[in-house]
Nanobody, 117 residues
């Protein structure tokens, strides 16, 4: 499974972040959890949420009110939207997948998102 994140790089505070994860080698019909995970400088990994092959979604309670995970109908692309961004949301954002929701087997290379005016 290959995963590739893409996104804007720089976002202004209070705006909405939109990230895309392009999947190859498998599709999001596979019975994996398809997750978004982020890591801020000097901090550990933070699991943000996941979507399953059936379209069910799960979120980190601390981010649920600001986050939305979805996939396209072709099930080859996964999306993350996060609103009301703050400088603390600056991080490397990863998409990842695997059979265990909090322990993915496959990771993208990550995309840097900086929240700054």
């Amino acid at each position: 499974v290959q995963l590739q994140e893409s996104g804007p790089g720089l976002v202004n505070p209070s705006q909405t972040l939109s990230l895309t994860c392009t999947v190859s080698g498998e599709s999001i019909t596979t019975n994996f959890y398809w997750s978004w995970i982020r890591q801020s400088s000097g901090k550990g990994l933070e699991w943000m949420g996941a979507i399953t092959y059936s379209g069910s979604t799960f979120y980190n309670p601390s981010l649920k009110s600001r986050s939305s995970i979805s996939r396209d109908s072709a099930k080859t692309t996964m999306f993350l939207q996060m609103n009301s961004l703050k400088p603390d949301d600056t991080a490397v954002y990863y998409c990842a997948t695997g059979r265990v929701i909090l322990n993915p087997d496959y990771w993208g290379q990550g995309t840097q998102v900086t929240v700054s005016s």
